[in-house]
């Protein structure tokens, strides 16, 4: 199992990135899947996570601007980011709670992250 990130780049203040994380392999069944975020020096954290249900959470930082979306059927979660800011400049990491075929739990895993530059 693993996933796939890509649509990072650069792109001015106000602009918009529309993130895409697929997830491939031998997949049972994926429960939530989220986007973190790490700027340079500083902490991982959480941006968005979008349970198997539908329902989402955000970080206060990015609410009303950032929209988390996911294809069931095509493995694969979303970000779709609006208005982006300076501060939003950091790398971007999708995960994924996975149960892969023929193994009875659940882990995380990660992709390999996309770099997210804004400019002023």
């Known amino acids: 199992v693993q996933l796939q990130a890509s649509g990072g780049g650069l792109v001015q203040a106000g602009g918009s990135l529309r993130l895409s994380c697929a997830a491939s392999g031998s997949i049972f069944s994926i429960n939530a899947m989220s986007w973190y975020r790490q700027a340079a020096g500083k902490q991982r954290e959480l941006a968005a996570v979008i349970v198997s249900g539908g329902s989402t959470n955000y970080a206060d930082s990015v609410k009303g601007r950032f929209t988390i979306a996911r294809d069931n059927a095509k493995n694969t979660v979303y970000l779709q980011m609006n208005s982006l800011k300076p501060e939003d400049t950091a790398v971007y990491y999708c995960?994924?709670?996975?149960?892969?075929?023929?193994?009875?739990?659940?882990?995380?895993?990660w992709g390999q992250g996309t770099q997210v530059t804004v400019s002023s």
């Open positions: 995960a994924a709670g996975i149960r892969a075929v023929g193994v009875g739990t659940t882990r995380i895993y």
